[in-house]
């Protein structure tokens, strides 16, 4: 098939139409639906099993760390979401409100949670009494709801899935320590797991989450140039102790207001992984999260011994990777497309021709290579192929990265860059408020995060050329 062939034709160019090629990968992968409520989606099983194990392996991490799961109540009274005012006003204009129970008016307002930090610190409050009871360490798996003007499927949705870590401590060390370590962790999954290179840094005062001392995020880098913010990680101080009177009595028997932190991610990182690593046959999955990791594929099945074989094969990879085989009457054309749009890592393909020399053909879905694998090698050579798999998602992303930087010592050519070019620019900023507006009206560029762990590259800020205090990295986000 020549380079320039599409394998699937119901696939636009990414280079043609990037927001169509996105949509047309969801569907056509089985990835999502659309529902009758405007901007809620339907996650459908390919794309729920990505989630699942994403969930696996997160989770797993969170209880290694001493997290614990809670479940908290979907609904919030209005009164308790305006206990803290900058967190409501931040919040205010993506508030669900339920104003009904069956044909009774409600005496109060409830909100449909957005986030739980209300929910999370009016039960602290009941629970925490001296230093003894802490560091609590919760977290929860669940959906929120926040009325989006603009949807689009997994990147920005009403309701979508996402979990919510929510700390409190004794010391501000202990909680600013909270905060960095679920950034880690955050950056390490984005690597090791989803094969993407992620910028980590601080957001600015303007881009912080509402009612937070500081914001943390990690910034992935899509496919067109553009930023996705993937998770965030936040220290509150004792902000929000204060505000919802959590007290404890310290080792002085002294009453004083714990620390907190809250950390999440979301299905957004489907969005990441679809628009950081796909091409123009569809999907390429990271193989920790595939929910197939390798499928095999019968050559001349009807033949004699090939279904058989195939079969055997399958049965001695389900001990060491999720396995699927296609046995179905369609084309093995049709399935090598199929498999290609779908995203799945490894293809294995056995024949008659390669029964009799007792061997296979692996296919690798991230560049297409071809091996032959002997048949008394698979146990050795599937996993070492699966992570080469990994390891060349993950240089691939962090060469078109690199090249997609650019440096931006002035506005001028700042502005230069943002006009002809796509990706990040690392500019040097002064801190003033003003600058970062002046970017957004004139370039589309927004502050995505604060990078002094890399230096300086001028003392300047590019925007306004008054003496920087930090070095930024800006882009077109979504």
Known sequence: MPENKKAVEEITSMDEDFAKWYTDIVKKAELMDYSSVKGCMVIEPYG????????????KKFKELGHQNVSMPMFIPESLLQKEKDHIEGFAPEVAWVTHGGEEKLQERLCVRPTSETLFCEHYAKIVHSWRDLP??????CSVVRWEKTTRPFLRSTEFQWQEGHTIHETPEEAMNETMQMLNVYHDFFKNVL??????????ESEKFAGAEST???EALMHDGKALQSATSHYFGDHFAKAFGIEFQNRDNK??????TSWGCTTRMIGAIIMAHGDDRGLVLPPKIAPIQVVIVPIAMKKEGVLEKANEIKNRLAKICRVKIDDSDKSPG???AEYEMRGIPLRLEIGPKDI???QCVIVRRDNLEKTFVNLDELETAIPELLEKVHSGMYEKALIRRNQMTHEAHNFEEFKNIAEKEAGFIKA????????????KEQTAFTSRCIKDDEGKIGDKCAICGRPAKHLVYWAKAY
């Open 48 to 59: 729920y099993a990505i989630w699942e194990n994403m969930v696996a392996v997160l989770d």
């Open 136 to 141: 609590k360490l919760y977290n929860q798996w």
């Open 195 to 204: 094969a993407i290179p992620a910028i980590k840094g601080q957001k600015t």
């Open 216 to 218: 943390y995020t990690i």
């Open 255 to 260: 009453p004083q207001n714990p620390y907190q």
């Open 334 to 336: 049709w399935k090598f």
């Open 356 to 358: 009799e020399k007792n």
């Open 428 to 439: 040097m900023w002064c801190g003033n408020e003003e600058c970062e507006k002046t970017s």
